[in-house]
C-alpha cells in the first residue's frame, strides 16, 4: 500500500484525504494543531509543524512515505517543495515558482516583467501624496490578515507596522486601492505544460460599516466577466505561468476589473481553497484532486479531457462565506435545515457553540464555507435566500452575530 503524507490539516485537506483513499492509499497528515479537521479522517495524525523540515524529512525515511503532497495551504508551499526535494518524491513546481507565487512583491515584479497588468504599487517611504487611497499587506500574508486601507500618509504609518507583524518576513507592499472595483478569482491546473481553466469567479466582499472590507463573502462562479479575462488576459497570464517554469499542478489569482483590463494582485501555487473543486467533479466528471493525490506518488499527472471547465457545463457555483460579530456564541440554528436543502452541497463550520469570535478584521471572523452547486442562476439565488434565511447564530442576548450577507437579487445570469 502505497504512503502519502499531507502537510495541513485545515478542512482543505479533507477532500485530498478523501481522494487518496479512494486510490486505496495509506494517508498521514501533520501540522501543529491538534484537532485539524483532516486528521480526523487520515489513517496516521501526527504533530510535526510543517515547517519543521528536517523532522518531517527523518520521518518520512524511517516511515517509507511514497509521497508528499499540498493543494490548498501557502505556509506548507515551501516546505512541501523543499521535503520533496530532499527526499526525491515528485512537486508540482520548483522553489522559485513557489517563492514568486507566494510573495506579494516578487509577483509583482514579475507581472511587469512579463506585461502582465497589476495594481500600481508604491515602497512604503515613497507613496505620493496623490496616490491615497492606499492598501497596505504582508507580502507573504494569508487570510487578509494585516491588511488595511490607508487614506493619508498618517494612518499609512499607523498601520504599517501591524501590517508588517504579520508577514513571515517583515515586509509589506503598498498598492493604489481599487474601491469597488469588481473582484475577480482565476484557476488553472497545468499538465505537462498546458493550461486548463478550470475557474473564474466573481468575488464579493463585505461592507465598510462592519469592518470586513477586504473579506470576501462569497463568489459566484462563472464570472460574467470570463470573455472579458480570456481576451485581454489569459494569454499573457499563462505565457508568464509558462516562463516561470509551471509545468503541473493548480495555480490561481485575484484580481479587479478594471475597465478592458483585468488587474491580478494575489497568486497562488495552490487551488483557492473551498470546496469548488468537488463541485466541478460533480458538474464536469472531472476529478482534479485525486489527480495531484497521483501525481504525487507517479509524478505523473493524467491529461485533462477537452472541455471549457470554467464553464461548468453551463451550472453556477455559489460559495458563501457568512461573517460574524465579535462576542460568544450560544446557539447556532437552521444547520440541518441547510444541508438537507436542494443544490447545497457542502457546509463546513469553523466555529461551534461556546467559541468566542474575536475582534480580528480578517477571514477569523468567517462562521463557515456553504457551497451551492444550481443548474443555473434563479435556483442559485433562490438556494442563497433560502440559506440566508435559515442560518442563525446567536449571541449570549440572543441577538444574530451573523453579518454581511449577499444579495442575492444583484446576482447577474450568464
Given amino acids: 500500500m502505497k504512503k502519502l503524507l499531507v502537510l495541513g490539516g485545515a478542512f482543505q485537506h479533507i477532500k485530498v484525504v478523501e481522494a487518496a483513499h479512494r486510490l ?21 495524525s501526527l504533530g510535526i509543524s510543517v515547517d519543521h523540515i528536517d523532522e518531517i524529512v527523518s520521518y518520512c525515511m524511517t516511515e517509507g512515505i511514497d509521497g508528499v503532497i499540498n493543494t490548498s495551504l501557502d505556509p506548507c508551499q515551501i516546505p512541501y517543495c523543499r521535503i520533496c526535494s530532499r527526499l526525491g518524491l515528485p512537486c508540482f513546481g520548483n522553489e522559485r515558482s513557489f517563492e514568486i507565487l507566494t510573495d506579494k512583491e516578487k509577483f509583482k515584479d514579475c507581472c511587469k516583467q512579463f506585461g502582465v497588468d497589476t495594481i500600481e504599487y508604491y515602497d512604503s517611504d515613497s507613496v505620493p501624496d496623490n496616490a491615497y487611497p492606499v492598501m497596505i499587506k504582508p507580502v507573504d500574508g494569508r487570510g487578509s490578515r494585516g491588511q488595511y486601507i490607508c487614506n493619508d500618509a498618517e494612518e499609512l504609518e499607523h498601520v504599517i507596522f501591524k501590517a508588517m507583524a504579520e508577514s513571515r518576513s517583515d515586509r509589506v507592499i503598498i498598492e493604489k486601492y481599487l474601491g469597488d472595483a469588481q473582484d475577480f478569482t482565476v484557476a488553472y491546473l497545468f499538465v505537462d505544460g498546458e493550461a486548463v481553466l478550470l475557474r473564474t469567479g466573481d468575488r464579493f466582499t463585505g461592507d465598510n460599516g462592519s469592518g470586513l472590507k477586504n473579506i470576501a463573502i462569497g463568489v459566484s462562479s462563472p464570472s460574467v466577466y470570463t470573455e472579458k479575462y480570456k481576451e485581454h488576459a489569459d494569454q499573457k497570464v499563462v505565457d508568464m505561468l509558462k516562463k516561470i517554469g509551471i509545468k503541473n499542478g493548480p495555480v490561481f489569482f485575484q ?14 501555487f495552490r487551488f483557492a481553497g ?17 489527480r495531484l493525490v497521483r501525481f504525487a506518488i507517479t509524478g505523473e499527472m493524467e491529461p485533462l479531457p477537452l472541455n471549457d ?18 462576542g460568544q456564541i450560544k446557539k447556532i440554528l437552521g444547520i440541518d435545515t441547510i444541508k438537507s436543502r ?44 433560502f440559506v440566508q434565511e435559515n442560518l442563525k447564530v446567536l449571541s449570549s442576548n440572543g441577538e444574530n452575530m ?11 445570469s450568464l
Fill in 402 to 412: 451573523l453579518r454581511n450577507f449577499i444579495d442575492a437579487d444583484k446576482l447577474v
Fill in 274 to 290: 473551498g470546496e469548488y473543486e468537488r463541485l466541478l467533479y460533480k458538474a464536469t466528471g472531472v476529478d482534479v484532486i485525486e
Fill in 24 to 44: 486505496g492509499y495509506k494517508v498521514y497528515v501533520t501540522d501543529n494543531v491538534d484537532d485539524s479537521p483532516a486528521k480526523k479522517i487520515a489513517d496516521v
Fill in 342 to 385: 436542494k443544490y447545497v452541497e457542502t457546509v463546513n463550520l469553523r466555529y461551534k457553540e461556546g467559541d468566542i469570535v474575536e475582534d480580528h478584521d480578517d477571514v477569523r471572523r468567517r462562521f463557515a464555507e456553504i457551497c451551492i452547486l444550481s443548474p443555473d442562476t434563479e435556483s442559485g439565488k433562490d438556494t442563497i435566500k
Fill in 255 to 268: 484580481g479587479f476589473i478594471d475597465k478592458d483590463t483585468v488587474r491580478l494582485y494575489d497568486p497562488g
Fill in 309 to 326: 471547465y470554467c464553464m461548468i457545463n453551463g451550472m453556477r457555483i455559489f460559495h458563501l462565506d457568512p461573517t460574524l460579530a465579535t
